[in-house]
C-alpha cells in the first residue's frame, strides 16, 4: 500500500503553526532560563595571551578628551590613552601591537564576555548593576554627577540636590546604560524618562535644549561641555553641588584575575608616583571630584529573570506595529499621487513643471538613508515641536515615498495597451476604462513590489530608537541596561519580529494565490 501525503494546503498549514509553535516555545523557554549571576562563558588568561601573541585588544567608548580619535589622523588620543600607553610599555607592546574596538555603555561588559576585547578603557563609573558583570581597576579618577536645565527655566532656580527632580511632571533625559541612567531609574521614581541609546552622552543635551525634556542627567564633564557650547541657553544646575561621585575605572573579565592584578600593580604606581595626578591637571576642561567626596559603591541584586519583562516586550511590539502602519499609510498616500505624475503622458507646461519637479524630489529622498532623515527631522530647531513618534512616522513615511512613487509609474507605463483599446471599442468610457481596467491592471503589477517595501519598512522601524521611540529594539535595549542578557534579550526581539512579519507575509501570498485562481 503506497503512502498518502495530504494536500499540499494542508502540509503548508502544518509548517506554518509549527514554526509559530516553534517561535513561541523559544520565546517560553528564554523567559524561563533562570539568569546565571555571573554571566562568566569564558575563561581567558589576557598575560597569557600576551605573552604568545603579542597582542591586546582593547574596547573603548568615545567621551571626547577621555577617548576620542582625532580627526586629522585618526589616532586615538585622550587622558586613558596617555595612562593606556604608560602602562603598556611595561608589557613591551608597541601602538600596532594594540588592536581597538569600539563599543558603548550597554555592550562594554558583553564585549568582555565574549572574548571580543580583553580590556575595556571607556571612562567607566563603578556602578552596582555593573559589578555583577565585570571586575573594576583602582581607580583612574573620580566625577560627579549633575542636572542640566534651560537657563530661563525657573522652576529649578531653588533645586538643592538630585531630588528636586523627582517630581511626576517632569521628563528626564538619560543615556540608556550609562550610570546617571541607573541612578536616576532607581532613585527618582515619580519622574517620566526619556532613554535615548547609543554611546553619544550630550543627546540629553539636545533633548533639553530642543524643549523635549525638562532636565538632562549625566556626569558633569559632560554637561560642562553642553553649556559651554551654548553659553546662556542651558546650565548645570548642581555644578557646585554634584551628587553621585563615583570612580572611573577600566573594566576586565571576572574571572581574569591575573590580568586584573597586574593592572591594579601599574596604577598604583603611576598614582604613588604622582605621574596619574599630573596627567589628570593636565586636562583641564575634565571637572574632576574630589575622591573624599566619593559615594560607596555597593553590589546590587543579580541576575534579575527576563520573565519579569513581558510587558516590555509587548509595549514595543505595539509600537512598532504602529509606527510602521502609520508610515506605510502615508507614505502610500504620498507615493500615489506622485507616481502618477511622472508616468502621466500629459504635454501642458504646467504639468510638465509638476512632473519635473516630482521626479527631483523622488531622486533626492531615493539618495537620503532612512536614518539620515530620522534625525534631521528630530534634531532641528524648525520642528523641535515634534515628537520622536511623529518625527521617525515622517521619516520613514518619506523613505517610502519614492518607492511607492517608481513602482506606481513603473505599473502604469506597463499597462498592457490591448485591454484598453479592448475596451474602448467595447463602448466603455473613459472613466468606466480608469476604473473597470486601467487601475486593477496597475494594482495587479504593482501589488508584490510594493508588499516588499512594506515589509522593508516595518524592519526599518528599528531605526526609531535612535531618537528615543519605545518601539521593539528601544524596549530591548532598555530590558538589557538591567538584565545584561544581551543574547538571549536580542533573539527575544528576533523572534518578536518574525511573529510580527510572517502573518503579513502569509496573507499576502494567500491573498495573491487566490487573485491567480480568479483570473484562471
Given amino acids: 500500500m503506497s503512502l498518502q501525503f495530504p494536500p499540499r494546503r494542508v502540509r503548508r498549514r502544518i509548517v506554518i503553526w509549527l514554526g509559530a509553535a516553534g517561535a513561541l516555545a523559544s520565546i517560553w523557554a528564554v523567559f524561563r532560563a533562570p539568569a546565571p549571576p555571573s554571566l562568566e562563558p569564558r575563561q581567558i588568561d589576557t598575560l597569557a595571551n600576551i605573552e604568545q601573541t603579542h597582542k591586546l585588544k582593547i574596547g573603548y567608548i568615545s567621551y571626547f578628551e577621555m577617548t576620542a580619535r582625532r580627526a586629522d589622523t585618526g589616532q586615538l588620543a585622550g587622558f586613558l590613552i596617555d595612562v593606556l600607553q604608560e602602562i603598556t610599555t611595561a608589557l613591551h607592546l608597541r601602538s600596532e601591537d594594540l588592536e581597538f574596538h569600539e563599543t558603548d555603555w550597554q555592550s562594554f561588559a558583553f564585549g568582555l564576555q565574549e572574548g571580543k576585547f580583553d580590556l575595556s578603557i571607556g571612562g567607566t563609573f563603578q556602578t552596582p548593576a555593573r559589578l555583577c558583570l565585570v571586575a573594576f581597576t583602582r581607580p583612574l579618577g573620580h566625577l560627579g554627577n549633575g542636572a542640566l536645565v534651560r537657563s530661563q527655566d525657573e522652576r529649578f532656580a531653588a533645586a538643592r540636590d538630585i531630588f528636586s527632580f523627582n517630581r511626576a511632571n517632569l521628563t528626564l533625559a538619560v543615556v540608556m ?108 576642561s575634565i571637572p574632576w571630584a574630589n575622591s573624599a567626596n566619593a559615594s560607596p559603591v555597593i553590589p546590587g541584586s543579580c541576575g534579575l529573570p527576563l520573565s519579569i519583562y513581558g510587558s516590555a516586550f509587548l509595549t514595543g511590539l505595539g509600537y512598532t506595529f504602529l509606527i510602521s502602519l502609520a508610515s506605510i499609510t502615508l507614505g502610500t498616500l504620498f507615493g500615489f499621487p506622485m507616481g502618477l505624475a511622472i508616468a502621466s503622458g500629459r504635454r501642458q507646461p504646467w504639468f510638465n513643471f509638476v512632473a519635473t519637479v516630482t521626479r527631483f524630489l523622488i531622486y533626492v529622498f531615493l539618495a537620503v538613508p532612512a536614518l539620515v532623515l530620522i534625525i534631521i527631522l528630530y534634531y532641528n530647531s524648525l520642528t523641535s515641536f515634534m515628537s520622536a513618534n511623529v518625527a521617525a512616522t515622517l521619516a520613514l513615511s518619506f523613505n517610502l515615498t519614492p518607492f511607492v512613487a517608481t513602482i506606481i509609474a513603473s505599473a502604469v507605463r506597463n499597462i498592457d495597451r490591448q485591454y484598453l483599446d479592448a475596451a474602448t471599442v467595447m463602448g466603455y468610457s473613459k472613466g468606466q476604462i480608469d476604473v473597470k481596467f486601467r487601475i486593477p491592471l496597475m494594482l495587479r503589477a504593482c501589488r508584490q513590489p510594493l508588499l516588499v517595501q512594506y515589509y522593508t519598512t516595518l524592519k526599518l522601524s528599528s531605526l526609531a530608537s535612535v531618537i528615543g521611540v519605545t518601539e521593539l529594539l528601544h524596549r530591548s535595549q532598555q530590558v538589557i541596561r538591567e538584565t545584561y542578557m544581551t543574547l538571549s534579550v536580542y533573539l527575544i526581539m528576533v523572534v518578536c519580529y518574525v511573529l510580527l512579519v510572517s502573518p503579513c507575509a502569509y496573507f499576502a501570498d494567500k491573498y495573491e494565490l487566490i487573485a491567480e485562481k480568479d483570473r484562471g
Avoid at 604613588?272 to 589628570?280: N, Y
Fill in 177 to 284: 546604560g550609562e550610570q546617571g541612567s541607573e541612578y536616576a531609574h532607581k532613585n527618582l521614581t515619580l519622574s517620566k524618562f526619556r532613554d535615548l541609546p547609543g554611546s553619544d552622552l550630550t543627546q540629553p543635551c539636545l533633548e533639553v535644549a530642543g524643549g523635549r525634556a525638562d532636565a538632562a542627567l549625566s556626569d558633569q564633564y559632560i554637561l560642562r561641555r553642553c553649556v559651554d557650547s551654548q553659553p546662556g541657553v542651558l546650565k548645570d544646575v548642581l555644578s557646585d553641588r554634584p551628587y553621585l561621585v563615583l570612580p572611573i575605572s577600566w573594566a576586565v573579565r571576572k574571572s581574569d584575575k591575573r590580568w586584573l592584578d597586574f593592572l591594579d600593580a601599574q596604577i598604583a604606581v603611576l598614582d604613588q608616583s604622582g605621574w596619574l595626578q599630573r596627567r589628570r591637571e593636565s586636562y583641564v
